[in-house]
């Protein structure tokens, strides 16, 4: 079992950057594929990062590529999502999430691929 929990969400103006992390309990973290998806008001939850268990292998949605960038710590139990040049559009409850499967892209840009969740953090950019 692996439960995530985030920080590091809060308030930036555009262009800035936010670093999320996530720890997340559990004996089989280290064997996980680790996720961030976020949801908007309004909107459905969206892909946004993967990486998978060795951190060797990494995956993106392309309305982030080039601006996040996810990592991950086996040893501390812990991933990453450093944001920079954050926009307006990037403001979202964003969510750290383990995958029930290997990692495997693109399954792992599908909410059904996922099989615990994080209580999710705040992220408000504004213009």
């Known amino acids: 079992q692996v439960q995530p929990v985030e920080s590091g969400g809060g308030l930036v103006q555009a262009g800035g950057s936010l670093r999320l992390s996530c720890a997340a309990s559990g004996r089989t973290f280290s064997s996980a594929a680790m996720g961030w998806f976020r949801q908007a008001p309004g909107k459905e939850r969206e892909f946004v990062a993967a990486v998978n268990w060795s951190g060797s292998s990494t995956y993106y949605a392309d309305s982030v590529k080039g601006r996040f960038t996810i990592s991950r710590d086996n040893a501390k139990n812990t991933v990453h999502l450093q944001m920079n040049s954050l926009k307006p559009e990037d403001t979202a409850v964003y969510y750290c999430?383990?995958?029930?499967?290997?990692?495997?892209?693109?399954?792992?840009?599908?909410?059904?691929?996922?099989?615990?969740w994080g209580q999710g953090t705040q992220v408000t950019v504004s213009s």
């Open positions: 999430a383990a995958y029930s499967g290997k990692y495997n892209t693109p399954v792992v840009t599908l909410t059904t691929s996922i099989r615990y």
